[in-house]
């Protein structure tokens, strides 16, 4: 049954849509797990069924599932960012649909779709079929992004002049990153932190990052026209697009095997550090992180996924938006609380994970202060998840009404 049709503003359509796209997807992992990489696999039968089946659910002019031979457990897409003029930017929205099974394209747009999966995904163990569909659906929402939440182009056509910055700021981003993991393993290995030193960047973010973060929140409250100006100005534009791209997921039912593989992936990452217990020595690389990660925030490089328990935190509170509405079928009130559960469950196995067992101790503990000192992540600080959950509704029922 569709859920889309009982209440016209509930934009949650449930994993009935997804069902056959699943069950194909899962005779695909079948037959390549463990097997030699060969670009012909993105020609394989099953795989070209399961393209023709994206095309229809999402109304593609082309889909294609690609392979890469990387061992790393990831997945990627190829967003539409095509717009880069006001005409082209209005073509790109006026391909969007809304039918009974969520947001598609008009063929007539002729817009494409690429997720290419590394033979890692494929061939590890850790994650289940839903998990790794979950992380498609995550990639696919990437797709939908821009056509969703800019609808009157405003903020769409910035984020594409400022493309080549974001990439620049990326690098630097990523130096800072590898030099606080470069400090964090010397650390690891001493006894005691007595010839530790406060460093330049840690006095910088001590004391200009609440100001910063103030003066961001009042500009945003006196220049705001519309709900969505926090999300999507130029530096948060990326960042909201993770964000919905998770919701996306979660719209198919899919958000507790999203944040079930993320939380799998998060502890192969972190796990590999092997981060000593003792206490002091915790205390500094949590007081190392926080002021490392506010400087990054004031820079405005931090890369755009958010930030440890942010993004399972943001699906939860999508549910529970959907949950109080009006007039919610009682079946789909059942299975929204029961993945709102899952997903809280999460959140307390990570928080309460047994520290004479935990690995990574100091990050556990530095994401559990961030989800309970800000949401997860600095920049919750000055966006509004609540608005990104109205604008989908609210584009949602336009669109269906058409």
Known sequence: MSYAKNVLQEAYFGPEYIKQVQLQFNKIRAKFRNKPYSTSMAQDSDVLKFNRMMEQLFGFNAFSLAFSPSSDINAYALPIICAQTPEECKRMV???????????????????????????????????????????????????????????????????MLNAIKRVNEIISARLRTQMAKDIQPLAAQKDVENACISVKQLIGSFIAKPIGFLNKIVGKITKHETMYDNMRSNRFWYTNEKFADTFAAMYGYGPALHSALMKMYDIGYSQFNLPKNPVITAYIVFDLFLTDILLYILNIKDEHPDGLTRIKVSCDYLKSELAKEGLDPKLKKELTNQLDQMEQLIEDYVSFPKDQDSYRAIRLYYTFLYRAFGGDLREMDTDNAAIFKTIDKRYEELYKK
Not at 101 to 121: A, P, Q, Y
Not at 124 to 138: C, G, N, S, Y
């Open 94 to 160: 006026s391909t969007l649909k809304a039918a009974k099974s969520g947001f598609r394209f008009d063929k007539m747009g002729k817009i494409n779709g690429l997720i290419t999966l590394n033979r890692g995904t494929l061939n590890t163990t850790v994650l289940t079929d839903e998990e790794v569909m979950a992380i498609m659906l995550h990639e696919l929402g990437h797709n939908f992004f821009e056509a969703v939440t800019d609808s009157k182009c405003i903020y769409t056509l910035t984020a594409a």
